[in-house]
């Protein structure tokens, strides 16, 4: 399984761009990378994956340079209700998923 | 939106009892997952299973079981609870998944057990 690093924690406040970067040093051909938001007692909600270059849907983008080593969760003006952990998974298709520790990005007023 | 019903929210029970927690899901999807998580802390894979009479255990042992005789539940079960199984227990499930959507997993809301 590739391991993931990303930072334990981060703060910003409402209205601004927020970027979480993950590293994946030993991330495999077939891998994807996968983020998913997680809300105190409740389950993970996938937010968005990608397999390179750059995805975007309505509520992130995700960016992934040319050798994937790293990818980076964009979420634009964020708000309160955006506080939560945010974990990044790197998998093969239909694989167990290892989650870690996450980001718990804490957005102030 | 996705369907996976987990029941109960919230369980409080004493040492000794047998408890079964329920898991659903409507969406026809093959795998299913439990993960146990306490509060502010890793989700960690209990069990798995790749479909009908398929049962594995996951990354942390655990004594609870599971069972799966239908596609679409997947009971976990716990002999006997003490008060070291006191958790946050939630269900997962996943499909192959289509084009670039790549095993993307549905979580049910979860119980809260607490044994006392």
């Known amino acids: 399984l590739a391991k993931t690093t990303q930072p334990i924690s981060m703060d910003s406040y409402e209205g601004q761009e927020v970027n979480i970067t993950c590293s994946h040093n030993?991330?495999?051909?077939?891998?994807?990378i996968t983020w998913y938001q997680q809300f105190p007692s409740q389950g993970p909600r996938f937010i968005i994956q990608?397999?390179?270059t750059k995805v975007t849907n309505e509520v992130a983008s995700l960016f992934i340079p040319a050798d994937r080593k790293s990818s980076t969760l964009s979420l634009p003006r964020v708000s309160l209700s955006d506080t939560a952990v945010y974990y990044c998974?790197?998998?093969?298709?239909?694989?167990?998923?290892?989650f870690g520790k996450g980001t718990m990005l804490l957005v102030s007023p | 939106e996705a369907d996976i019903y987990q029941t109960p929210r919230y369980l409080v029970i004493g040492t000794g009892k047998k408890i079964t927690l329920e898991c659903s899901q409507t969406?026809?999807?093959?795998?299913m997952y439990w993960y146990q998580q306490d509060p502010g802390m890793e989700l960690h894979l209990i069990h798995y299973?790749?479909?009908?009479?398929?049962?594995e255990k996951g990354d942390l042992s655990s004594e609870s079981t599971v069972s799966r005789i239908r596609t679409e539940h997947f009971p976990l079960t716990l002999e006997s609870a003490r008060p070291s199984h006191t958790s946050q227990y939630l269900c997962?499930?996943?499909?192959?998944?289509?084009?670039?959507?790549?095993?993307?997993?549905?979580f049910g809301a979860g119980t809260r057990l607490s044994v006392l």
């Open positions: 969406m026809g999807h093959d795998k």
């Open positions: 299973s790749y479909g009908v009479n398929s049962t």
């Open positions: 997962a499930s996943s499909s192959p998944g289509q084009g670039m959507s790549k095993n993307i997993q549905y």
């Open positions: 998974l790197v998998e093969k298709g239909y694989s167990t998923l290892t």
């Open positions: 990608g397999y390179k």
């Open positions: 030993n991330i495999a051909t077939n891998d994807y």
